[in-house]
């Protein structure tokens, strides 16, 4: 099936499945859904004799399958193709692929969907060619539940695959206990080290049928890690090795807390056999996995541990990705609520402010709000946000901030002239290259209203809520953003406030969304604040982050509410 069109999909616009598929011992690729080759390993490229760009954005059946005298086969006839079809994992001891010298290669295939992170539909093909054994006696079938080998290099792909396309520590752990119960093992226990080098029983789960059963009873703080003792839970924490274990290796006397804590799990689960294998990163030891058996009959066997390391191992990896992430993402929340201000208390007026961080924990944004009382008794209200997602962007939000409010504070102008002040000031004195800005002035006016002054620098427009639930964009007072050096005068706009109403200040982070158009994100906000006019300010603004964001925002979000008394 190769379509009039198809993407080609280098192994490196994939990289997570192209580094998964050169884990794989054997040849492996990843089709489409149209069963076009979007990845290829090394190894597979070896075998048929083609590199990568001879088989990227091909037909897979077409190009290499055949029959056993290198004849075309046609798709009907093939098992590979019909399991393709039906999204079932398949594999076969004998068929055939042809080299690129046209020989024919006899193979041993499995097939499985596969996923990549993106929520495409795809299929990852791993086939080896198999040694002819010298004698023709049956074969001695597998026993208990250890995997053969093309299903362990897949389970490995796989492994890699769904563990690294997380960055959430309980989501990978969620992932890896759903790879290897009850493929491997009928329980899994993860024994996690936290950063004060304390022990915690994070996971402990059971497979009833198909369903996945936590057992929080048997999960919790665990004693500390003994720094001489041979039992296997022990030495795994330590990074000394892995090994296999039983009910009898927890019937002597225990000799640390941890061994009376395994010994209790043995009793408490049936586990009759055991394997645990450290989990460890490049940097530490992380932690521990546990796998146990009860309904199978088969205890595991010295040769199954090669397999249990190597998937913990990725799971170390993978859990260390995810805590450093979790850990800058922390940092960054840190530095920027210790960027932000606490508002101040006017009299007769209720304000609240939210920020929400971007998705990405990198993405330390440069999106601020400011309230601040005046000199003359009036307040200043400021929303902004410094063009950049970086360290260098919230620098630069802190410097427009401290620069506007000792503009404002010192001198008695109108907002334009105060903004006019500092885009001069700011292309001489900082490294901010453009930002947008809302600044104004609200004082108590007559009958209950308040006055709002402002002038906007290319900001999205205020939105003003009736006490009914009428709405209006405050699109007065508009002028160019921040940084272009354009010397252009900078107009003001004023508008009386009515009571009850309430004045939505945000940045675009709040509105924007990819593949649509702004007026598409502002009709939202609008709808949904006149729907929550009635709510007390804290609610309205709390569910009007929620509602109006869109789900696939990647910017940060800061947003100042107002309310003015109902009079």
């Known amino acids: 099936m190769t379509g009039p069109e198809h993407t080609e999909v280098h192994g490196l616009s994939v990289p997570t499945a192209s580094a998964a598929l050169e884990a794989i011992g054997a040849g492996a690729y990843v089709v489409d859904e149209q069963g076009c080759i979007i990845a290829v390993n090394a190894r597979a490229e070896e075998l048929l004799g083609r590199p990568a760009a001879e088989l990227l954005g091909q037909d897979a059946h077409d190009l290499l399958h055949r029959g056993p005298q290198g004849q075309q086969l046609p798709r009907t006839q093939c098992a590979m193709r019909q399991a393709f079809h039906a999204g079932y994992p398949a594999q076969a001891d004998e068929d055939y692929f042809v080299h690129a010298d046209g020989s024919v290669l006899p193979i041993s295939w499995l097939i499985t969907p596969y996923g990549i992170g993106d ?6 093909v791993v086939f080896h060619i198999p ?41 990978a ?9 009850p493929r491997l093992a009928d329980w899994a226990v993860v024994d996690l080290i936290t ?15 198909d369903t996945l059963v936590q057992r929080e009873d048997l999960q919790g703080p665990m004693p500390p890690i003994p720094e001489e003792s041979p039992m296997p839970l022990s030495r795994a924490l330590r990074g000394v090795s892995s090994t296999l274990a039983g009910p009898r290796t927890y019937q002597g006397t225990p000799d640390s807390g ?12 049936g586990m009759h056999s055991a394997a645990i294998a450290p989990i460890r990163s490049t940097r530490a030891v992380l932690g521990a996995l546990t796998l146990g058996r009860t309904e199978t009959p088969a205890a595991f066997a010295p040769t199954d541990l090669p397999l249990i390391e190597d998937i913990a191992r990725r799971a170390g990896l993978a859990l260390d990705n995810a805590r450093l992430y979790q850990r800058q993402r922390k940092v960054a929340e840190t530095m920027q609520n210790h960027l932000l201000p606490q508002m101040p208390g006017v009299s007769g007026l209720e304000m609240t402010v939210r920020y929400l961080p971007a998705p990405d924990a990198s993405h330390v944004g440069g999106d601020w709000y400011d309230a601040f009382p005046l000199s003359d008794a009036s307040t200043a209200l400021a929303i902004g946000d410094v063009v950049g997602h970086d360290l260098e962007a919230a620098a630069g939000m802190a410097q427009v901030r401290n620069m506007l409010r000792a503009y404002a504070w010192s001198q008695h102008e109108p907002p334009s002239r105060i903004v006019e002040r500092l885009d001069e000031a700011i292309q001489h004195i900082t490294d901010v290259a453009m930002a947008t800005m809302i600044f104004g002035r609200i004082e108590a006016a007559h009958d209950g209203h308040w006055q709002l002054s402002w002038t906007n620098a290319g900001h999205p427009p205020p939105l003003l809520i009736s006490r009914d639930g009428l709405t209006s964009y405050l699109t007065d007072g508009h002028g160019i953003l921040l940084g272009t050096q354009a010397g252009l005068r900078r107009p003001d706009a004023t508008v009386l406030l009515p009571p009850g109403s309430t004045l939505v200040l945000y940045t675009d982070g709040l509105i924007e969304a990819p593949g649509q158009s702004l007026d598409t994100g502002l009709n939202r906000l609008r709808r949904h ?16 982050l929620h509602r109006v964001r869109p789900a696939d925002n990647d910017d940060d979000v800061a947003l100042l509410a107002l309310r003015v008394p109902k009079g």
Do not use: Y
């Open 131 to 171: 040694e002819r054994p010298r004698d023709t006696g049956p074969r001695p079938e597998p026993t208990g539940r250890s995997l053969p080998e093309l299903q362990r290099l897949a389970l490995l792909a796989e492994t890699t695959t769904q563990l690294t396309s997380t960055l959430d520590v309980d989501e």
């Open 258 to 269: 941890i061994a009376v804590e395994q010994g209790r799990l043995f009793q408490a689960t």
């Open 119 to 124: 929520h495409r539909v795809t299929t990852l």
């Open 195 to 209: 950063e004060r080098d304390e022990v915690w029983r994070t996971v402990v789960v059971h497979a009833e049928g």
């Open 529 to 544: 604040a006149a729907a929550l006019a009635h709510r007390s300010l804290t609610p309205f603004t709390d569910q009007l």
């Open 173 to 181: 752990l969620q992932r890896l206990v759903a790879l290897v119960v």
